[in-house]
């Protein structure tokens, strides 16, 4: 449908910034896919060009209706000098199944995957390889129908951009504060809240804005409709070791179904520890915290991998989760998962593949 990937090299390689102070999404490397959509005709004009602008109209849907969805997925360089892509396929899963909640039309998955791999080849010289570093990719859609009607658009662009960026934590492990947040909701069952798409993050601004206010880095957000069920934390799905057993919030429809969540939960369980997929209240979290059951809380996502909890406030009271410490589990699945994503130890789950070796990376 889209036919042959067409591939215009740059002329001008951008200077590269210095790895070490890479942060999050802050540079873009040389090239960008790019393909459009136009009914009756489809996928088309699939390309790898130059990094840069696009030229948009203002009554393109997407700046009115939100009409767009999102990815997020990483390329990884280890010690062998490799690069890594970790469970691919998933992303792109997840990307049609975001524009079908959408309205948008859906992407052929494995030409796009292709699409990505060429990318990154062209690319790679971009791929950091120091510890905790990688290469962001971000696959996007866009309504671009010039048109204030509020109906699905005829026209559409899918792009995959590249950024590399630096260790999220830049001193090791960190457990962060979290707040229970009692009063925005990030989505009800029903609604966006299971598709990655830009309205949801808009929508989750103020609550993150005043968690961040009052001393904390992330919202614990509860479910919209009894608000007493722990969904998520930030854009984070969230896990807590309760004794000896892990417990993480069941699919309800809101909750986004993270990549590293199911991973987390396959590792975990092949680690030998028991998890279990259920609702979880904060009344329970409470009680446990005070009955010292409750032992460790991380969050899970592709940007931190995993993110240690140490403290939640909820209702003016503050709970300390294993004294404010990186729990021991949390930092195993830390460990296991980064070293597995890098390539630094053997892959038993079959989740990586190679895309470029190391002889080819050195471009
Ligand atoms: C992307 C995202 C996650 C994590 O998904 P991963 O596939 O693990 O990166 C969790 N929650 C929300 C709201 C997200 O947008």
Not at 37 to 50: L, S, T
Request: proline fraction near 5%; glycine fraction near 10%.
């Amino acid at each position: 449908m889209q036919g042959e990937l067409k591939i215009q090299e740059t002329t001008q390689r951008k200077p590269k910034p210095d790895t070490a102070n890479l942060s999050f999404g802050v540079y873009m490397t040389d090239h960008m896919f790019t393909m459009d959509y136009k009914k009756g005709e489809g996928w088309h004009d699939a390309k790898i060009v130059p990094y840069g602008p696009i030229p948009m109209d203002p009554a393109a849907k997407v700046f009115h209706y939100g009409q767009t969805i999102f990815e997020g997925m990483k390329a990884y360089m280890g010690e062998d000098g490799d690069i890594r892509l970790f469970r691919p396929e998933k992303n792109f899963e997840r990307f049609n199944r975001s524009c079908r909640r959408m309205s948008i039309p859906e992407i052929d998955e494995s030409f796009v995957l292709q699409a990505l791999k060429e990318l990154i080849k062209l690319d790679r010289s971009w791929v950091p390889s120091a510890p905790g570093t990688s290469l962001y990719i971000r696959p996007f859609a866009i309504a671009t129908e010039n048109h204030l009607g509020a109906n699905p658009s005829l026209s559409y662009k899918m792009m995959i951009i590249l950024s590399p960026v630096g260790a999220y934590y830049a001193e090791g492990l960190n457990p962060v504060r979290i707040h229970v947040e009692t009063r925005d909701v990030r989505a009800v069952a029903g609604g966006v809240g299971e598709a990655k798409t830009a309205g949801n993050y808009a929508a989750s601004m103020q609550a993150q804005e005043n968690a961040y206010g009052a001393g904390y880095s992330q919202v614990l957000w509860l479910d919209g409709v009894h608000r007493k069920y722990v969904e998520e934390v930030g854009s984070m799905n969230v896990f807590f070791r309760i004794g000896d057993r892990i417990v993480t919030p069941s699919l309800s429809g809101s909750i986004l179904n993270g990549i590293t969540r199911d991973s987390s939960i396959q590792m975990l369980r092949d680690f030998g520890f028991e998890v279990e997929e259920r609702p979880v209240t904060i009344d329970e979290l409470s009680a446990f915290a005070e009955d010292g059951t409750l032992l460790e809380a991380f969050g899970t996502g592709t940007a931190a991998v995993v993110s240690p909890i140490g403290e939640i406030g909820w209702n003016g009271k503050t709970f300390k989760i294993g004294g404010g410490e990186t729990g021991e589990w949390t930092r195993r699945l830390y460990d296991e998962l980064t070293a597995l994503q890098r390539g630094d130890i053997e892959d038993r789950f079959g989740w990586t593949e190679v895309i470029c070796s190391a002889e080819t990376t050195q471009g």
